[in-house]
């Protein structure tokens, strides 16, 4: 080989290079403006809090409030979304003088209109008296910007 050859094929192995590194670097770019649209969306949803892990935590406060069912109150309430599992979680304690629970409940999630988002089941274990279970229920469907449930006995 000849010296210009050489030189041309250090050249032409230094553009590529250089091509490969701008195209990195422009693609890394990308994926910090998408993330950062993707955070932008989030922050527009009016009752979501968006986490440092990704998870994003409900914020409204009518959401939050003591709900009832059949003399037991469900208070500590959170919803939380993250990899598309949305869980709902609470206490709920035996209010009465006698065991309750062993049913199974309709959970139905509200827009701020008072709309219906979606409906799940909720198991509801039994409760003695004065004591208290932890509450859950999810669901593989984003509701985390929910404005409220409902609670009530399935028939």
Known sequence: MKDNEKKAIAVLVAITIIVIIVAIVRGSGNKEEVKQEKKAEVSEEEFVQLLNDGTRLNTSE???KTKTIDGMEITNIQ???KGNQTLLLGKIK???DTIKG???ANVTILDEKGNKIITIEAAINEIKPGESQQFSTSA???YANAYD???EKKQ
Do not use: A, C, R, S
């Open 140 to 142: 593989t469907f984003d």
């Open 94 to 96: 035996n209010t009465t």
């Open 62 to 64: 009518e959401l939050k």
């Open 149 to 151: 449930f409902k609670i």
């Open 79 to 81: 919803l939380t979304e």
């Open 102 to 104: 062993g049913f199974i």
